[in-house]
């Protein structure tokens, strides 16, 4: 029998958008994630044996013209399309073009501003027949059994629908707990993607993303993956898993030069991730990785990451003032930051440091001191960021509730350009003040004479770091040197 036909779609918008980022928007150093929420719903699918087309037109560099002209091809019975805050009416606007080429295909969308503001999305236009919130891969697969059955899905966990001029939301469906039942994302992206299309500026390029686990218990207030997708529950693939699939890479890609684990928190069982580097040592794993990291595993870990192939890690120091930090939710300590950059520095492991100002109690002493940490810290490569608040987190309701966020217009949320905007003001400073500030931060910290011979010198030793370094500052440097605003 012919299977239900499902076309799931990562929908044009700008180019170079990079919509599956935790921060989507277009970056200054030409970021383009893979966006491996779709991929793993794409093998949740094709595991069951549906007919299923993946398209990243981002990635890919399609246009609508492009996607419409596959679609044709296609003839899609079930079109998912995934959201984000700053894209959400170009979303919206792409799905409604798709249902007007196919009228009896069922409109779904997914992904965190869907998630996080439903009633409201399905206010935009008629096109939406489902939305499934959260962590949708085990929902879409049901939704498609139910509709390729002729059965009634309304009873789904998670899905919330349009039934006669209504909007019901059903409860929410439970996380999945055992990853392993879900396929190598990385087969999906062997069938679906090209590698050569993403690429992450604190890893070699090209890379190949993949999660060993979901979930983060930190709760950090600013965080959009965990409020609306991954969720507070940590749940980690078996060692075994992660290793089959690792070497599923090595021997299927030949043409990558790394792994990213794009875990929320890669390292949150210390004990797990020594094992799993003992496992790659012990399997043969030749290809370096990046991770995700909080700064306050131990130097025995790092040290063991280490002698496993751990490249860099990226790490989220935010602010160097403690009232902010616990304000964040982040349970650290800045001590814990300074300790965690020293043996990162002895054991040979790079760091990428993410900095964000606007926070609560933000002022221009607090930034000055954030910057001074970055600068102590010594971070191979640094990001500044004013505070980015999206629908779903903690951090936009207080913004919104103490008149803090400057515009309710999702287009805001970027430049024309497609770059990152300030939509937030602070005690005693502007939007336009807080990305000032942010060009100042980034012009001090690359333009330092010290960091500048440091990579220098790194570039004549790490051939690897050299091209890498390379390739992201041909974007990069124009936007160092260019004023935002």
């Not at 024309?416 to 602070?426: A, K, M, S, V, W």
Request: glycine letters at 6%; a neutral charge.
């Amino acid at each position: 029998m012919d299977r239900l036909k499902v076309l799931m779609l990562n929908p044009p918008f700008l180019k170079r958008f990079s919509r599956p980022q935790r921060n989507p928007g277009v970056t200054r150093s030409d970021t383009m994630y893979y966006p491996y929420w779709m991929a793993y719903a794409t093998g949740a699918l094709e595991k069951e044996g549906f007919d299923v087309r993946f398209y990243d037109a981002p990635g890919a560099g399609f246009d609508y013209q492009e996607i419409e002209r596959k679609a044709i091809e296609f003839n899609p019975q079930l079109i998912v399309l995934d959201t984000s805050t700053p894209s959400i009416h170009n979303d919206i606007n792409v799905l409604n073009k798709l249902k007007n080429k196919f009228p009896q295909a069922k409109g779904v969308m997914v992904g965190t501003h869907a998630t996080a503001m439903t009633e409201e999305t399905f206010g935009f236009s008629e096109s939406i027949d489902y939305i499934l919130r959260g962590e949708y891969d085990h929902s879409l697969r049901d939704l498609a059994k139910a509709l390729e059955n002729n059965d009634d899905p309304s009873n789904l966990e998670g899905l919330s629908f349009r039934a006669d001029g209504a909007i019901s939301h059903n409860p929410a469906r439970p996380l999945i707990s055992d990853l392993d039942e879900l396929p190598f994302v990385s087969e999906v992206y062997k069938r679906h993607l090209n590698i050569w299309d993403y690429f992450n500026p604190d890893c070699l390029f090209p890379n190949v993303t993949i999660l060993t686990g979901r979930g983060c218990p930190y709760r950090c207030t600013f965080c959009l993956w965990t409020a609306t997708l991954s969720g507070y529950k940590t749940r980690l693939r078996s060692v075994d898993a992660v290793l089959d699939e690792l070497m599923y890479i090595q021997k299927e890609f030949p043409d990558a030069r790394a792994i990213f684990f794009e875990d929320d928190i890669f390292t949150i069982n210390e004990k797990r991730c020594v094992e799993l580097c003992e496992g790659m040592i012990k399997r043969g794993l030749k290809l370096p990785w990046n991770a995700n990291s909080r700064a306050d595993i131990s130097y025995d870990t790092l040290k063991a990451m280490k002698a496993a192939g751990c490249r860099a890690l990226c790490v989220g120091f935010e602010t160097g003032n403690q009232e902010i930090i616990d304000a964040y939710g982040k349970r650290l300590k800045v001590e814990d930051y300074y300790r965690f950059a020293k043996d990162a520095r002895k054991v040979g492991i790079h760091m990428h440091g993410c900095f964000i100002v606007g926070g609560p109690g933000e002022s221009h002493k607090t930034m000055e001191k954030t910057l001074k940490m970055a600068c102590e810290l010594k971070p191979d490569t640094a990001q500044f960021y004013p505070l980015m608040v999206y629908p779903g987190t903690v951090e936009y309701e207080r913004m919104k509730e103490n008149g803090m966020l400057v515009t309710d217009k999702y287009e805001d949320w970027l430049t024309p350009d497609g770059l990152h905007n300030c939509i937030i003001r602070t005690q005693d400073s502007t939007p336009e003040e807080l990305i000032r500030w942010c060009d100042h931060a980034r012009r001090k910290f690359y333009l330092r004479p010290s960091f500048i011979w440091y990579k220098f010198w790194q570039g004549m030793w790490d051939i690897d770091e050299r091209k890498r370094t390379r390739k992201a500052f041909k974007v990069f440097v124009k936007h160092l040197i260019k004023p935002s605003v």
